[in-house]
């Protein structure tokens, strides 16, 4: 009796320590995992919250955004931004802050188009750090330097760096804009190609319009003009050879 209890005792202990070591493995591997999805952001994270905190944010984050209906800006709402982000530097010359406050006010606007809730910013920015990590620093440090400046305390150099760091954001948001009409748009245009080169009826040099057509009617497959002579008519008279003379 006392050998089946301690052979009992030894089986649990083995599931105890079993379930130790996977529950460490699939710890690592989530680990691991969002430090490859969020990179930088992954720290800054740890950083600020902790890390088992900053790991439930993240995977939070990542169920969120999978929710969410974001898309590429189409090809006509690219060509907008561009324009304003265009007006938006040259205004930097002549009234940096409110370049910097229009900027900041257009990104917001674009995210909102591609799909991405308007709440505060930092929902925002946790967000947008899903899909584009990189570039969510800059998104951040940029709005630093905005509320720097609201609050009075930015110089006209922290507004240059901050219209770099929304400039990068930017440039990502606009990225991928159009690709897939523009793909569809190709794909269509390849097919129509094919289709006349395989309904070409312009009629090829040296070869009239009527004998391609001929050459269509009577179902021979080899081209006229490509060097092979169309079969005769079954009732054409065969030309005569003038026999040679006998020596």
Do not use: C
Request: glycine fraction near 4%; charge should be negative.
């Amino acid at each position: 009796m006392q050998q089946e209890q301690i052979l009992v005792i030894a089986a649990v202990i083995a599931v105890i320590v079993l379930a130790i070591v996977i529950w460490y493995v699939l710890k690592k591997r989530r680990t691991e995992a969002l430090r490859d999805r969020f990179g930088e952001e992954y720290d800054h994270a740890v950083h600020d919250r902790g890390r088992r905190e900053a790991e439930e944010n993240l995977a939070e984050r990542e169920r969120r955004v999978s929710q969410l209906d974001i898309r590429p800006l189409t090809a006509d709402e690219r060509d907008r931004y561009t324009h304003e982000w265009k007006e938006t530097k040259s205004l930097f010359v002549d009234s940096p802050a409110e370049a910097v406050l229009r900027a900041d006010r257009s990104l917001a606007d674009m995210m909102k188009t591609r799909g991405f809730p308007m709440g505060d910013f930092d929902r925002r920015y946790e967000d947008l750090s899903v899909d584009h990590p990189d570039v969510a620093r800059h998104y951040r440090e940029g709005h630093a330097l905005t509320v720097r400046h609201n609050e009075g305390n930015a110089s006209t150099e922290d507004l240059r760096q901050a219209i770099k760091h929304y400039e990068l954001l930017f440039e990502e948001l606009v990225r991928d804009a159009g690709t897939d009409h523009d793909h569809d748009h190709d794909r269509h245009a390849v097919e129509h190609h094919d289709h006349d080169l395989d309904h070409d009826d312009r009629p090829r040099e040296g070869v009239s319009t009527r004998d391609m057509a001929h050459d269509r009617h009577d179902g021979v497959s080899r081209r006229v003009g490509d060097g092979v002579d169309r079969p005769r008519d079954l009732d054409e008279p065969r030309p005569t050879v003038p026999a040679r003379p006998r020596n």
